[in-house]
Protein backbone atom coordinates (compact mmCIF):
# COMPACT_ATOMS: atom_id res chain seq x y z
CA UNK A 1 0.00 0.00 0.00
CA UNK A 2 1.32 3.41 -1.12
CA UNK A 3 1.53 6.34 0.86
CA UNK A 4 -1.08 7.59 -1.04
CA UNK A 5 -3.74 5.04 -0.63
CA UNK A 6 -2.93 5.03 2.77
CA UNK A 7 -3.68 8.46 3.21
CA UNK A 8 -6.96 7.92 0.80
CA UNK A 9 -8.43 5.14 2.99
CA UNK A 10 -8.48 7.65 6.35
CA UNK A 11 -9.32 10.30 4.46
CA UNK A 12 -12.03 8.30 2.70
CA UNK A 13 -13.05 7.22 6.68
CA UNK A 14 -13.06 10.93 7.70
CA UNK A 15 -10.75 10.40 10.27
CA UNK A 16 -8.06 12.45 11.86
CA UNK A 17 -4.43 10.36 12.13
CA UNK A 18 -4.85 10.00 15.94
CA UNK A 19 -8.56 8.61 15.63
CA UNK A 20 -6.98 6.01 12.78
CA UNK A 21 -4.67 5.42 14.87
CA UNK A 22 -6.99 4.41 17.65
CA UNK A 23 -8.99 2.11 14.83
CA UNK A 24 -5.49 -0.08 13.67
CA UNK A 25 -4.34 -0.34 17.24
CA UNK A 26 -1.20 1.37 15.75
CA UNK A 27 0.88 4.93 17.37
CA UNK A 28 -0.05 7.93 15.63
CA UNK A 29 3.35 8.30 15.13
CA UNK A 30 2.89 5.23 12.76
CA UNK A 31 0.48 6.63 11.12
CA UNK A 32 1.92 9.68 10.32
CA UNK A 33 5.13 7.50 9.18
CA UNK A 34 3.08 5.72 6.62
CA UNK A 35 1.59 9.14 5.10
CA UNK A 36 4.64 10.30 4.89
CA UNK A 37 6.07 7.58 3.40
CA UNK A 38 9.54 7.11 6.03
CA UNK A 39 7.78 3.71 6.96
CA UNK A 40 6.32 0.88 4.72
CA UNK A 41 2.50 -0.08 5.86
CA UNK A 42 2.71 -3.65 6.95
CA UNK A 43 0.73 -6.30 5.97
CA UNK A 44 -1.08 -6.80 9.09
CA UNK A 45 -2.11 -2.69 8.79
CA UNK A 46 -3.02 -3.15 5.05
CA UNK A 47 -5.17 -6.16 5.94
CA UNK A 48 -6.79 -4.26 8.63
CA UNK A 49 -7.56 -0.97 6.44
CA UNK A 50 -8.89 -3.18 3.72
CA UNK A 51 -10.88 -5.01 6.07
CA UNK A 52 -12.75 -2.04 7.42
CA UNK A 53 -12.96 -0.68 4.17
CA UNK A 54 -14.87 -4.04 3.13
CA UNK A 55 -17.53 -3.68 6.14
CA UNK A 56 -18.23 -0.39 5.51
CA UNK A 57 -19.07 -0.77 1.97
CA UNK A 58 -20.61 -4.14 2.55
CA UNK A 59 -24.10 -3.47 0.56
CA UNK A 60 -22.32 -1.77 -2.30
CA UNK A 61 -20.26 -5.09 -2.98
CA UNK A 62 -20.88 -7.93 -5.01
CA UNK A 63 -22.45 -11.05 -3.43
CA UNK A 64 -21.25 -13.26 -5.97
CA UNK A 65 -18.14 -15.46 -4.81
CA UNK A 66 -14.86 -14.54 -6.66
CA UNK A 67 -14.79 -18.27 -8.14
CA UNK A 68 -18.10 -17.80 -9.92
CA UNK A 69 -17.68 -14.16 -11.20
CA UNK A 70 -14.05 -14.99 -12.69
CA UNK A 71 -15.45 -18.41 -13.66
CA UNK A 72 -12.86 -20.25 -12.22
CA UNK A 73 -12.41 -24.33 -12.97
CA UNK A 74 -13.57 -26.61 -10.85
CA UNK A 75 -10.30 -27.84 -10.25
CA UNK A 76 -8.45 -24.53 -9.11
CA UNK A 77 -11.78 -24.16 -7.02
CA UNK A 78 -10.98 -27.09 -4.90
CA UNK A 79 -7.33 -25.52 -4.41
CA UNK A 80 -7.67 -22.28 -3.23
CA UNK A 81 -8.39 -21.41 0.01
CA UNK A 82 -11.21 -18.96 -0.53
CA UNK A 83 -13.35 -22.14 -1.75
CA UNK A 84 -12.50 -23.85 1.39
CA UNK A 85 -13.16 -21.02 3.58
CA UNK A 86 -16.12 -19.87 1.60
CA UNK A 87 -14.78 -16.41 1.47
CA UNK A 88 -15.22 -15.79 -2.03
CA UNK A 89 -16.06 -12.12 -1.49
CA UNK A 90 -12.86 -12.13 0.67
CA UNK A 91 -10.76 -13.32 -1.41
CA UNK A 92 -8.32 -10.63 -1.36
CA UNK A 93 -7.95 -11.10 2.35
CA UNK A 94 -6.72 -15.20 2.47
CA UNK A 95 -3.05 -15.44 1.33
CA UNK A 96 -2.13 -18.76 -0.88
CA UNK A 97 -5.61 -18.07 -3.10
CA UNK A 98 -5.70 -19.38 -6.79
CA UNK A 99 -5.77 -16.58 -8.77
CA UNK A 100 -5.02 -15.77 -12.22
CA UNK A 101 -3.76 -19.31 -12.62
CA UNK A 102 -0.98 -19.39 -9.97
CA UNK A 103 -0.86 -19.37 -6.12
CA UNK A 104 0.14 -15.97 -4.43
CA UNK A 105 1.82 -17.03 -0.71
CA UNK A 106 3.35 -13.73 -0.31
CA UNK A 107 1.08 -10.48 0.31
CA UNK A 108 2.95 -7.85 -1.30
CA UNK A 109 2.50 -10.06 -4.68
CA UNK A 110 -1.23 -11.16 -3.61
CA UNK A 111 -2.13 -7.60 -3.85
CA UNK A 112 -0.53 -6.52 -6.75
CA UNK A 113 -2.57 -9.35 -8.49
CA UNK A 114 -5.83 -8.40 -6.49
CA UNK A 115 -5.73 -4.75 -6.87
CA UNK A 116 -6.02 -5.69 -11.24
CA UNK A 117 -8.98 -7.75 -10.04
CA UNK A 118 -12.52 -7.34 -10.51
CA UNK A 119 -13.57 -8.78 -7.13
CA UNK A 120 -11.32 -6.50 -5.39
CA UNK A 121 -11.99 -3.02 -7.36
CA UNK A 122 -15.60 -3.44 -7.30
CA UNK A 123 -15.42 -2.53 -3.91
CA UNK A 124 -11.60 -0.24 -3.50
CA UNK A 125 -11.29 2.58 -5.27
CA UNK A 126 -10.00 4.98 -3.67
Not at 20 to 40: D, T, Y
Not at 82 to 108: M, S
Request: contains cysteine.
Amino acid sequence: MTKEEFHAVRQKFGKTQKEMSGLLGISLKAVQSFEQGWRKVPPYVEKHLFFLFAMREEGKQSLVPCWESLNCPMKNREECPAWEFRAGRFCWLVNGTYCCGRVEKNWDRKMVTCKKCKVFRSFFTV
